[in-house]
């Protein structure tokens, strides 16, 4: 079974400061990995997504997560937080060629002044 | 391009009453999904479609839950009766392949309410 933990609930962060979002992973297989944001009132969107090649993956907006096998982890980071990153981000895994995504629980991340 | 689409952004609805979503995906895209989006929670698989075709719909509901993608475009997801935990977040997506090499894009969604 594959399945994602995600560490935190919420996350606040002052503009300009680092962001870390963590999330942990389990499957059986070599899985794939994403997160995803979901901005109030808007689509999830994909941030970036790690499929077996490189394990450092940039993504959109100045995001970047990096694939550790051996502590079965996919933190999210950016190294300076802005106020429009405020919104609800998802890790997500799928096994395989599969198609079927499996969501964490979420983590909301707050940008304060 | 325009994204995937969802009608209605918003639904309140008493408990018994029936209830349907519209999604029209990206054109293009033969793979269709719905996702329950429960308060606090990530999305949850309900159906797939490619094309016209339902061929994962395991963890829908089917005593009270269907759905259609009629000449493999628009979908509909309907519920009949709605109960009061039916009230969720009700997302579409699509995708123009079925593996995850494949981004799926995901619609607004629609809100549910059952009262």
């Known amino acids: 079974a594959q399945s994602v933990t995600q560490l935190d609930s919420h996350v606040s962060v002052s503009e300009g400061t680092p962001v870390l979002l963590r999330c942990n992973y389990s499957s059986s297989y070599s899985p794939s990995l994403f997160w995803y944001v979901q901005h109030p009132n808007k689509g999830l969107q994909l941030l970036l997504k790690?499929?077996?090649?490189?394990?450092l993956v940039k993504g959109i907006n100045g995001f970047e997560a990096e694939f550790k096998k051996s502590e079965t982890s996919f933190h999210l980071t950016k190294p300076s937080a802005h106020m429009s990153d405020a919104a609800e981000y998802f890790c997500v895994v799928s096994e395989g060629s599969g198609y079927a995504l499996n969501f964490g629980k979420g983590t909301s991340l707050l940008v304060t002044p | 391009e325009a994204g995937v689409v969802q009608s209605p952004r918003y639904k309140i609805i008493e408990k018994k009453q029936p209830v349907a979503f519209w999604c029209n995906p990206i054109s293009g895209h033969n793979t269709l999904y719905w996702y329950l989006q429960n308060l606090g929670q990530g999305p949850e698989l309900l159906i797939r479609?490619?094309?016209?075709?339902?061929?994962?719909d395991s963890q829908l509901p089917k005593d009270r839950f269907s759905a259609e993608r009629l000449k493999g475009v628009d979908s509909t997801l309907k519920i009949q009766p709605a109960e009061l935990g039916d009230s969720a977040v009700y997302l579409c997506?699509?995708?123009?392949?079925?593996?995850?090499?494949?981004?799926?894009?995901f619609g607004p969604g629609t809100r549910l309410t059952v009262t």
């Open positions: 997506a699509s995708s123009l392949g079925v593996t995850d090499s494949y981004e799926q894009y």
């Open positions: 479609y490619e094309n016209e075709e339902a061929v994962d």
């Open positions: 790690y499929t077996s090649a490189a394990t």
